[in-house]
């Protein structure tokens, strides 16, 4: 499948949706001290959406998976605050930018415990900024943002299909398949349009699994008429698959990974007119040394989109069968891809002590120790 290069004028009798991927508005663990958090201390919280602005205003609803909670009252006095902690002042960038809805259904929701979520969202708020992926019915937060325009209302929706972490009573919205299912059905008796957001699949892999390929047609199925997905921290292809739009994942947006392969990215521009998406365009980007997701030049552009075709055309023809032999080889996959970064996490902190950065490298290496303390402990 190829995506659209062009989309249509915005007109009253349509909504126009503008989604990117994993936003963190903190420093990583490979990134202390020079990430995206450092660079919002330095130069400001509308710094990493300098080049992008025009664009993300330009929509009715402007979508992302927001990677960052600030931190809870125990500040950086634990081993889970060492990282993905994000300065309130961040915040009023993304209002500057023209998100209006962020999902917070994803595995670092509850890194730095219930009242860092809670303030988050309040931060959030505070800036006009709705959330979804989230559920506390004591402090009035649900999992929906319902957005009406004339006569069209679309409703969003967030799940973390991840295996819980952080804790063993999370916030967010879990993905059962059957809860999904049963809430499309539910928001369709009032809404014309369901969107969802998925933080699911592998990290660093390129392509769905089968199992994540079966579930997104289940839902199209079942009234969703586009998907989101989030987590992998690299593109993955669109499928057009019955009445709706499956992106697998949006790769990463604004985030301090240094790999070229987690670096390309795209802008999705969706328009909705009543009860269907009238078209699509595909918006590349590439995320540059200082954080920012930049566009790309015309001809480096139409080289991306047919490679992002390319992408999209396997996602489609792969051999997504029930067999074991389809999981088998997924799974492999997932492991070599995982071995990958962790070599490339290891010559990141090399190279941060042959530049003479000790600080950064030793602040490094504590970092991957306490996690790994922590992935034993909660076994």
């Known amino acids: 499948m190829k995506p659209e290069r062009g989309i249509a004028e915005r007109e009253d009798s349509t909504i126009t949706l503008v989604a990117v991927g994993d936003t963190m508005l903190a420093d990583s663990p490979e990134c202390l001290g020079r990430g995206v958090g450092s660079m919002i201390l330095r130069y400001g919280p509308e710094f990493p959406f300098r080049?992008?602005?025009?664009?993300?205003?330009?929509?009715?609803?402007?979508?992302?998976?927001?990677?960052?909670?600030?931190s809870g009252p125990d500040g950086w006095m634990s081993s889970r605050r060492i990282q993905m902690q994000m300065n309130p002042i961040a915040i009023s960038g993304l209002r500057y930018a023209g998100f209006n809805v962020v999902s917070l259904a994803n595995n670092h929701a509850m890194q730095h415990g219930k009242e860092g979520l809670l303030k988050t969202i309040a931060l959030l708020r505070g800036q006009n900024i709705e959330s979804v992926g989230v559920e506390s019915p004591d402090e009035g937060i649900h999992n929906r943002y319902a957005f009406t325009?004339?006569?069209?209302?679309?409703?969003?929706?967030?799940?973390?299909?991840?295996?819980?972490?952080?804790?063993?009573?999370?916030?967010?919205?879990?993905?059962?398949?059957?809860?999904?299912i049963r809430d499309i059905q539910s928001v369709r008796e009032e809404s014309d349009v369901v969107v969802l957001s998925l933080h699911w699949g592998e990290e660093f892999v390129e392509c769905p699994s089968p199992a994540q390929v079966r579930i997104a047609h289940e839902l199209i199925d079942a009234g969703a008429h586009l998907i989101l997905g989030h987590h992998p921290h690299i593109l993955q292809g669109i499928e057009q698959y019955g009445n709706g739009l499956v992106a697998y994942s949006l790769g990463n947006f604004v985030f301090d990974l240094w790999q070229t392969r987690l670096r390309e990215t795209i802008i999705f521009k969706a328009r909705f007119s009543k009860e269907k998406m009238v078209d699509f365009k595909v918006i590349p980007a590439v995320i540059n040394d200082f954080h920012q997701p930049e566009l790309l030049d015309d001809d480096v552009t139409l080289q991306f989109l047919d490679g992002f075709a390319e992408l999209s055309s396997s996602t489609v023809s792969r051999e997504y069968s029930h067999s074991s032999t389809a999981e088998e080889r997924y799974d492999i996959l997932v492991k070599r891809r995982s071995r990958q970064f962790r070599r490339e996490v290891y010559l990141r902190y090399l190279q941060?002590?042959?530049?003479?950065?000790?600080?950064?490298?030793?602040?490094?290496?504590?970092?991957?120790?306490?996690?790994?303390?922590?992935?034993?402990r909660n076994k």
């Open 51 to 70: 080049y992008v602005v025009s664009i993300l205003r330009d929509a009715d609803i402007t979508f992302a998976n927001l990677e960052s909670v600030v």
């Open 149 to 180: 325009k004339g006569d069209i209302r679309v409703c969003l929706l967030g799940y973390n299909c991840r295996p819980p972490k952080y804790s063993t009573a999370p916030l967010y919205t879990r993905g059962d398949l059957h809860r999904m």
């Open 352 to 376: 941060h002590l042959r530049e003479g950065n000790s600080k950064t490298f030793f602040m490094n290496l504590l970092a991957a120790v306490l996690r790994r303390l922590l992935r034993i």
